[in-house]
Structure formats: structure tokens, C-alpha cells
């Protein structure tokens, strides 16, 4: 019963659609995969490893734009650093829309102006000595529970956010805003990656009441709402309080609402932004940190060359930290809307496209990056290639406004890492060395559980496995 109901309401969305889209998209968009009647691309939309089978359209219709239509959407995937970078990177406000956070709203450039003060070069400079300080915690925290590398990432990522955000000085502090933190990045990674719910393919569904059959992406969303609203009030609230009281430490929250006083909207969007550093850091730092080990138990050589600790002097760090972006990024698809009609190239681009970049095929292009599949840092060291930054971090005016502080704390644990600990693949039961097996980023914590460290001889004592 409940099947069929679903399926009506589904089909209901699509015929409702299906005449508005209809002469909106018999303009020439850009090339893309032939649809079915009615359904257009909707069963082409891929579910799971979406990043690869975006790179496999854009070859079968040999271009690096490619569109995707369904009753109600267009979809543009964007395979290119050129076309990301036309249309997202320096473009204008049109293509400057954020499909997951925000629209380009005077609320949206407000927050970013306001990110951009509290995470400059000077917010960098008054972090650092306390990013340094960490580093043995998070040492110390790998040789005690090697096999959690995941959990000791997340608590050490976790306390620097808590810091710079909000002024905490550890995890420890509050640990169910920790834990709700961990909760509200699971939410954004369950919502964010498209095609997870029925509505991302059929806009129209949003127009359902919660309580109806196939609406449960509504309540999933209520749920999520609420955790997230949690998180980012409870240490806010501190922050002012502790503020009132005179007991503040310096933080991005307490020196934007000193500077900014008076204006509830502006102190909105200090509340918000910070809980995005908060929660957006410890997901993005743990990831990256992640990559580091199986990269460095598949090159030892690598590992071998990098035995050092000045950043200035630190040409061969700074290119492992660049590969290990590049490699495997943080964030595999970025999401962008356009607020108007466009064209671009000849080609028709509707108000309201759901835009796609493809990071992972940007940072894999062969012309870019020869044997991309590879762990090379000679490509950076010597042959001068394109660092991956910009791609890993968003794009032109849209890049990260925390890259600064997100790039020095990188740089820090891995010099840190690789300076003391040596990083070797698994050992099964009998002995013999576990290759590890480089798969997608949901898959980090299963894969290469067991990649474990030994303290090097001359640094640390002995030069036992530590697990």
C-alpha cells in the first residue's frame, strides 16, 4: 500500500513538472546523456562513486560540461578547472550561489566578509602558538590508541575548532558538544552527497507534508535542524556569557562580537559562521590527516625523505601535504545553483541549474597531473605543476574562507607525524604486510584500520610497532 503511494506521489511530482521544465529546457543546453520520455536523466543520476561516473559522461559526450535534465531541474556538471573556474571561480554574483549553505544573499556576503576578518593572516598568527602546542596530544594519542587513528583525529581537530571558534581549550571541556558536533557532521554528510533523497531528483516533492508517505527526507531534515541548531546555540551562548562576565579567552566568536556590537543580524551570522569553523574543520582536517596514513604506508620512500621541522625549509613537507590534497580530496563534488538564465559557451544555462563541480576530476586531469592515479611530489617539487589548493578548498571568491588557518594546522600535524612517527602498512595474522586498498572517503575507517606507527630510532626510544 504504502509502495504504491509512494510511487504515485513520485509520478505526480514528475507529470506536474514535467510541462513547466519542458519548454525551459528545449533551449540548447550543453551536451549530456539522452534521457527517456518524461523521466528525462532521472534513472542515469548516479547513486554512489558519483565523481567517477561524472568523468565517464563527460567522456561519452566529449566535453567537460555535460547536462542533465529531469522534470523541474537541470544539472550542470562542471569536469574542468577551466569551466569551474569560469563559472565559479571569478564569475559573476549569478553563478556565486551555494546549493548545501546558502544562496548569494546580502546574509550570505556578510557571513563571508566576516569569516574572512576573523580567519585572516592575523587570526593565523595568533593561533599558531596554541596549534603548535597540540601536536604532542595528538602524538601521544596515536601511540596510545594507534588502531583510533579516526577518533584521535576527530578529538585533536575537535579541540583546535573548539579553540578558535569559541575559545574552549580541549574536547575535554564539554563533551556532549563534542559528540553533538560528531552528530551534526554525520547529518551534513548524509544530506549533502546528492541523489540520497527522492527530492534531490524531484524537486516538486518538497511541496509534501512531512507526515506523507516518501516524505521522510523531511523528517529526517526536522531531526537534523535540530541537532545542528544545538550546536551551534550551546557554545555561542557560552561565548556571550563568558563574555558578560569578563572570562572570555580570544576567539573568532568573542573578537567578531566585540567589534561587530549592536547589530543582531550581523551577530546571527558570527553564530553561525563559527559553528561552521567548529564543526566544518574537524570534519575536513580528519579526513585530509586520514589520507596521510595509507599514503605514507604505500611510500615509505616518501616518508623516508621528510624527516624534518622548519615549514620555510620544508620544501618536501609542504609537497606531501599538496600531494595528499590532490590524491584524495577532502570533498569530492562541490555544489553550486545559478540565480539567473546564462549562457556559457553557446550553451543555454537555466536560473535555478543545480551546478556540480568535480573536484576529484580536476585534481585527477592527466593533462594536469601525469599519472594522476600516483603519489608523486616531484610533479610539485620539480616539474612546477598547479598546487591543488584552490580546488580542495573551493574556488576564486567561493574558496574556504578558514584555507589559512586549515592549511597551517595540516602542515603542523604532518610535519609533526612524520618527524617522529614512522607509518607502515598492517601485518595479518601470520605476519605478512596488509596492502592497504584506496577506496572512496566514506570508506576511510573500515580500509585502513590497523595502518599503524612506530616511534623512529633516535627520536622517540625504540623502534617498536605500537600496535
Known amino acids: 500500500m504504502f509502495i504504491l503511494l509512494d510511487v504515485l506521489v513520485i509520478a505526480i511530482a514528475v507529470l506536474s513538472s514535467y510541462w513547466i521544465a519542458g519548454r525551459r529546457q528545449s533551449r540548447h543546453l550543453p551536451p549530456g546523456p539522452s534521457g527517456l520520455p518524461v523521466l528525462g536523466n532521472a534513472l542515469q543520476i548516479p547513486r554512489g562513486r558519483e565523481h567517477l561516473a561524472f568523468v565517464e559522461m563527460g567522456r561519452s559526450v566529449g566535453s567537460d560540461i555535460v547536462a542533465l535534465k529531469i522534470p523541474g531541474q537541470t544539472f550542470l556538471v562542471l569536469n574542468s578547472h577551466e569551466a569551474i573556474s569560469d563559472l565559479l571561480g571569478q564569475a559573476a554574483d549569478g553563478w556565486s550561489g551555494n546549493v548545501t549553505l546558502a544562496n548569494n544573499t546580502p546574509r550570505f556576503r556578510t557571513c563571508r566578509k566576516l569569516m574572512r576578518k576573523g580567519l585572516g593572516p592575523s587570526a593565523v598568527r595568533s593561533f599558531a602558538p596554541f596549534l603548535q602546542r597540540q601536536n604532542p596530544f595528538l602524538l601521544a594519542a596515536l601511540v596510545r590508541s594507534p588502531d583510533s587513528y579516526d577518533e584521535v583525529f576527530k578529538r585533536a581537530t575537535g579541540r583546535i575548532s573548539m579553540k578558535i ?60 535542524h535540530a541537532v545542528v541548531t544545538n550546536v551551534v546555540n550551546k557554545p555561542f551562548d557560552a561565548v556571550k556569557e563568558h563574555m558578560r562576565e569578563g572570562t572570555a579567552d580570544g576567539s573568532y566568536s568573542s573578537m ?59 620544501p618536501y613537507v609542504t609537497a606531501v601535504v599538496r600531494e595528499v590534497l590532490r590524491w584524495h580530496p577532502v570533498v569530492d563534488l562541490i555544489p553550486r545553483a545559478t540565480a539567473h538564465d546564462d549562457e556559457y559557451r553557446g550553451f543555454f544555462i537555466p536560473a535555478k541549474t543545480a551546478v556540480i563541480a568535480n573536484v576529484w576530476a580536476v585534481l585527477r586531469d592527466e593533462s594536469v597531473y601525469p599519472q594522476a592515479d600516483r603519489f608523486i611530489l616531484e610533479r610539485f617539487l620539480e616539474h612546477g605543476a598547479r598546487a591543488p589548493t584552490d580546488a580542495a578548498f573551493g574556488f576564486g571568491r567561493r574558496i574556504c574562507p578558514g584555507i589559512l588557518i586549515a592549511d597551517e594546522s595540516v602542515f603542523l600535524s604532518i610535519a609533526s607525524m612524520l618527524a617522529t612517527l614512522d607509518i607502515s602498512k598492517a601485518k595479518d595474522a601470520a605476519g605478512r604486510a596488509v596492502e592497504p586498498v584506496v577506496e572512496g572517503l566514506r570508506e576511510l575507517s573500515k580500509t585502513f584500520q590497523g595502518v599503524y606507527r612506530a616511534p623512529l630510532e633516535g627520536r622517540c626510544g625504540s623502534h617498536t610497532p605500537v600496535c
Open 256 to 314: 567578531l562580537l566585540q567589534s561587530e556590537q549592536g547589530n543582531a543580524d550581523t551577530e546571527d551570522c558570527i553564530k553561525w559562521t563559527a559553528g561552521s569553523i567548529f564543526t566544518g574543520q574537524m570534519n575536513t582536517t580528519t579526513a585530509t590527516l586520514s589520507w596521510f596514513l595509507p599514503a605514507m604506508a604505500l611510500h615509505p620512500d616518501v616518508q623516508m625523505k621528510a624527516q624534518i621541522s622548519d615549514r620555510d625549509a620544508l
Open 165 to 224: 571558534a569559541y575559545g574552549y581549550h580541549g574536547v575535554e571541556a564539554d563533551e556532549e558538544l563534542f559528540d553533538l558536533a560528531v552528530e551534526a557532521n554525520r547529518c551534513f554528510d548524509e544530506t549533502a552527497v546528492f541523489g540520497v533523497w527522492m527530492v534531490d531528483l524531484f524537486p516538486a516533492l518538497k511541496h509534501i507534508p512531512s507526515w506523507f508517505p516518501g516524505a521522510e527526507f523531511k523528517r529526517y531534515a526536522a531531526r537534523a
